[in-house]
């Protein structure tokens, strides 16, 4: 089945005013490869001013709240997002799994509340170097998958991301064959779970992708796109990102 290649910047806690060059840069680069639907993911102080210069990139937030509104400080509810400009939201970046103990029940919520407000969805998976290192990856990421992935998911609306929390920020990949055999067997779990519409449900490599990398990465079957964090703050780096995916 062909399914438009995905790519997304993670900016992770990174940006102020004085990046919106870069973004604008980057959706002027998202306009030369319309096969490739690019999107930068950015702190949410800073939706709005990228709204107004992204060119053909769209705009996304990286967490939201699983609950409407009202008393969690510091929290963002999903049409919060919304009226800022965000079209998409991550939700489960193994970040917020760690550092806000995030749980799979969590991540299902989030993304119900974000398909709620009209937002698509990016839910993200991955296994530890020791659950790697165990021999556990794929069982691992499977059952994270099922208890993440909310009822009623839809490939209309909600994409995954695969990604490996030992090759986050570190420069490491796995091997090919690791990642085809991961995204091959999420592919098997969705098309179980949801039927055939899993054959179109897009799934997203993410950890240390870059433009060396990239078009290799992009080759293996089931990798529909990337999630990237570091090489996608610089339209230096990402542009080849993106064209790779259109290659
Ligand atoms: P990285 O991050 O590309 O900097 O490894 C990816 C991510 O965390 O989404």
């Known amino acids: 089945m062909?399914?438009?290649?995905?790519?997304?910047?993670?900016?992770?806690m990174n940006g102020l005013r004085a990046h919106l060059p870069q973004i604008a840069a980057i959706g002027e680069e998202a306009a030369a490869y319309p096969s490739v639907e690019t999107g930068l993911?950015?702190?949410?102080?800073?939706?709005?001013m990228a709204n107004e210069v992204k060119g053909a990139a769209f705009i996304g937030g990286?967490?939201?709240?699983?609950?409407?509104?009202?008393?969690?400080?510091?929290?963002?509810?999903?049409?919060?997002?919304?009226?800022?400009g965000a079209t998409w939201v991550i939700v489960g970046h193994s970040e917020r799994r760690a550092d806000q103990g995030e749980t799979d029940s969590d991540v299902a919520g989030k993304a119900l509340a974000a398909h709620a407000q009209g937002l698509k969805v990016i839910l993200c998976v991955g296994e530890?170097?020791?659950?790697?290192?165990?021999?556990?990856?794929?069982?691992?990421?499977?059952?994270?998958?099922?208890?993440?992935?909310?009822?009623?998911?839809a490939s209309d609306w909600l994409s995954i991301a695969y990604e490996p929390v030992w090759c986050i920020g570190t420069g490491r990949i796995p091997t090919m064959d690791q990642i085809a055999d991961m995204h091959g067997s999420i592919?098997?779990?969705?098309?179980q779970r949801i039927g055939d519409d899993g054959n179109a449900m897009r799934i997203l490599y993410g950890g240390s992708v870059?433009?060396?990398?990239?078009?290799?990465?992009?080759?293996v079957a089931d990798v529909d796109g990337g999630l990237v964090g570091g090489a996608s703050l610089k339209v230096e780096s990402f542009g080849p990102i993106i064209a790779a995916a259109a290659a």
């Open 187 to 191: 592919r098997n779990a969705l098309v």
């Open 210 to 219: 870059n433009a060396a990398n990239a078009a290799e990465v992009f080759a």
């Open 128 to 153: 530890s170097l020791e659950i790697r290192d165990s021999g556990e990856a794929l069982s691992f990421v499977l059952a994270q998958l099922e208890a993440s992935l909310p009822e009623g998911a």
């Open 41 to 48: 993911c950015v702190p949410a102080t800073l939706i709005t």
């Open 2 to 12: 062909a399914r438009r290649k995905l790519v997304v910047g993670n900016w992770k």
């Open 62 to 84: 990286q967490d939201c709240h699983a609950k409407g509104n009202g008393a969690h400080t510091g929290c963002l509810a999903a049409d919060m997002l919304k009226e800022a």
